[in-house]
């Protein structure tokens, strides 16, 4: 870290499924513009190294402060949400704890639904992001690197990911379980990020029996999608129309307001809602519809129990590999840490070898230097590394053996 960072600590703030639920995690979800200009905003003051999370199941900030106070307040700027709502839901680590954390999220084992690998591009893209805002040092590039290699071990070695049940998998079930092949239904997606894709191939796949249309406010991406999967595509000006001739709707855009509104919905006819979209994007008023039936992402974690089940037999071995990736993180950090610190410690035991040598040399003139040097430096290369396998133990207060080091061969100060 650079010296502006001494006083500083990484922090991952936030909230997710397991306190917040739907609605509160709507008021502290964070458009892609928002996210942008947070990102933006903690440079000017002087936060250098930051990464957001946003996604339908959980919010977060994470990066070097001198306060977690200073990301909350930026996530609350930036959101609907308060930070006396905030204090209610939250969770905060530190340190190394913030960094298994970042590792445990892209094992999938923090996943609403477990062992969901959606979670995985979702990290992807908040990196991306950060990345091209310039708000990643290398901690977290390395940080990030650990945490998909991790992914990739957990997902080629367990079964924790066997037979998938992301959201968007959970409504293709849901339709299939409550709605007969034998009485196709009307099926419109409305909305194509990445969960609303998801959602569409997975209609085109499972769901054959069904007429599904979808439907983007880019009609090129709609366009594409249909044509690659084999689909219907409607325009974008049509929404309404659509939404009254559908027998199921699937929402997943990533509106700041709802954009099914009650208006479109007709008395007569029954229809199934899925609101897959964070905020939710359904009018709350639909609810009070007698002839509709409104889901949200809450509702369909709830359709993988025995799913869920086998899955939660994986986790010993999935911990293991989280444990062998944080070990692997420490060992680089700890490496990071103390390289400037052995470097110098080498100089400053050369410069005795070679003080030792001149002086010896003045009163033994048969003195063999070169033979006694190769000798010296063979030994204060063991010196170095013995005390480099010291720093690197997991068991070692690093800063501590260096301070004691400075204070020993009065090395000059070094950065850790």
Same mark, same amino acid.
Not at 184 to 191: E, R, S, T
């Given at each position: 870290?650079?010296?502006?960072?001494?006083?500083?600590?990484?922090?991952?703030?936030?909230?997710?499924?397991?306190?917040?639920?739907?609605?509160?995690? $709507?008021n502290f979800s964070l458009s892609k513009e928002n996210q942008k200009q947070l990102l933006s905003e903690a440079k000017k003051i002087n936060i250098k190294s930051v990464v957001i999370l946003s996604t339908c199941n959980r919010i977060e900030i994470m990066g070097?402060?001198?306060?977690?106070?200073?990301?909350?307040?930026?996530?609350?700027?930036? +959101?609907?949400?308060?930070?006396?709502?905030?204090?209610?839901? $939250?969770?905060?680590?530190?340190?190394?704890?913030?960094? &298994? /954390?970042?590792?445990?999220? #892209?094992?999938?084992?923090?996943?609403?639904?477990?062992?969901?690998?959606?979670?995985?591009?979702?990290?992807?893209?908040?990196?991306?992001?950060?990345?091209?805002?310039?708000?990643?040092? #290398?901690?977290?590039?390395?940080?990030?690197?650990? #945490?998909?290699?991790?992914?990739?071990?957990?997902?080629?070695?367990?079964?924790?990911?066997?037979?998938?049940?992301?959201?968007?998998?959970?409504?293709?079930?849901?339709?299939?379980?409550?709605? $007969?092949?034998?009485?196709?239904?009307?099926? %419109?997606?409305?909305? !194509?990020?990445?969960?609303?894709?998801?959602?569409?191939?997975?209609?085109? =796949?499972?769901? =054959?029996?069904? /007429?599904?249309? *979808?439907?983007?406010?880019?009609?090129?991406?709609?366009?594409?999608?249909?044509?690659? *999967?084999? %689909?219907?595509?409607?325009?974008?000006?049509?929404?309404?129309?659509?939404?009254?001739?559908?027998?199921?709707?699937?929402?997943?855009?990533?509106?700041?307001?709802?954009?099914?509104?009650?208006?479109?919905?007709?008395?007569?006819?029954?229809?199934?809602?899925?609101?897959?979209?964070?905020?939710?994007?359904?009018?709350?008023?639909?609810?009070?519809?007698?002839?509709?039936?409104?889901?949200?992402?809450?509702?369909?974690?709830?359709?993988?129990?025995?799913?869920?089940?086998?899955?939660?037999?994986?986790?010993?071995?999935?911990?293991?590999?989280?444990?062998?990736?944080? +070990? &692997?993180?420490?060992?680089?950090?700890?490496?990071?840490?103390?390289?400037?610190?052995?470097?110098? !410690?080498?100089?400053?035991?050369?410069?005795?070898?070679?003080?030792?040598? +001149? $002086? /010896?040399?003045? =009163?033994?003139?048969?003195?063999?230097?070169?033979?006694?040097?190769?000798?010296?430096?063979?030994?204060?290369?063991?010196?170095?590394?013995?005390? #480099?396998?010291?720093?690197?133990? &997991?068991?070692?207060?690093?800063?501590? +053996?260096?301070?004691?080091?400075?204070?020993?061969?009065?090395?000059?100060?070094?950065?850790?």
């Amino acid at each position: 870290m650079t010296k502006n960072s001494d006083c500083k600590k990484f922090y991952v703030i936030g909230l997710n499924y397991q306190k917040a639920d739907v609605v509160t995690r $709507s008021n502290f979800s964070l458009s892609k513009e928002n996210q942008k200009q947070l990102l933006s905003e903690a440079k000017k003051i002087n936060i250098k190294s930051v990464v957001i999370l946003s996604t339908c199941n959980r919010i977060e900030i994470m990066g070097f402060a001198k306060h977690p106070f200073q990301l909350i307040s930026l996530l609350c700027k930036y +959101s609907k949400g308060t930070v006396e709502e905030f204090a209610k839901v $939250s969770y905060v680590y530190k340190n190394s704890d913030a960094a &298994e /954390h970042v590792i445990r999220i #892209a094992t999938g084992i923090e996943s609403q639904i477990l062992g969901d690998y959606e979670i995985v591009g979702q990290l992807k893209d908040a990196f991306a992001m950060a990345k091209e805002a310039d708000t990643v040092n #290398a901690y977290l590039e390395r940080l990030f690197n650990v #945490a998909l290699h991790a992914s990739k071990e957990t997902k080629n070695k367990t079964s924790i990911s066997s037979g998938t049940t992301t959201v968007s998998y959970a409504a293709i079930q849901y339709i299939k379980e409550n709605y $007969s092949k034998k009485n196709p239904q009307n099926i %419109l997606v409305y909305g !194509l990020g990445d969960i609303g894709q998801s959602t569409a191939r997975s209609c085109a =796949k499972y769901l =054959k029996a069904h /007429h599904i249309t *979808v439907i983007n406010r880019t009609g090129s991406v709609a366009k594409e999608l249909a044509e690659e *999967v084999c %689909l219907e595509v409607a325009e974008h000006d049509d929404l309404s129309e659509q939404v009254r001739f559908s027998d199921i709707v699937i929402v997943a855009t990533g509106a700041s307001n709802p954009t099914v509104t009650s208006d479109m919905i007709s008395e007569e006819k029954k229809k199934l809602i899925i609101d897959l979209s964070i905020p939710r994007n359904a009018d709350p008023e639909i609810n009070d519809k007698e002839n509709v039936k409104v889901i949200d992402v809450d509702v369909l974690s709830k359709k993988t129990k025995k799913t869920l089940e086998e899955r939660k037999q994986q986790i010993p071995q999935v911990e293991k590999i989280i444990k062998k990736y944080k +070990s &692997e993180f420490y060992e680089w950090l700890m490496f990071r840490r103390s390289t400037p610190a052995i470097n110098s !410690l080498k100089k400053s035991l050369e410069v005795i070898q070679q003080d030792a040598i +001149s $002086s /010896h040399s003045k =009163k033994h003139q048969d003195m063999d230097a070169e033979l006694i040097e190769d000798v010296t430096s063979q030994m204060i290369n063991k010196i170095v590394s013995k005390f #480099a396998m010291h720093l690197k133990s &997991e068991n070692t207060q690093a800063n501590q +053996s260096i301070k004691v080091m400075k204070d020993v061969f009065n090395l000059e100060a070094t950065e850790h």
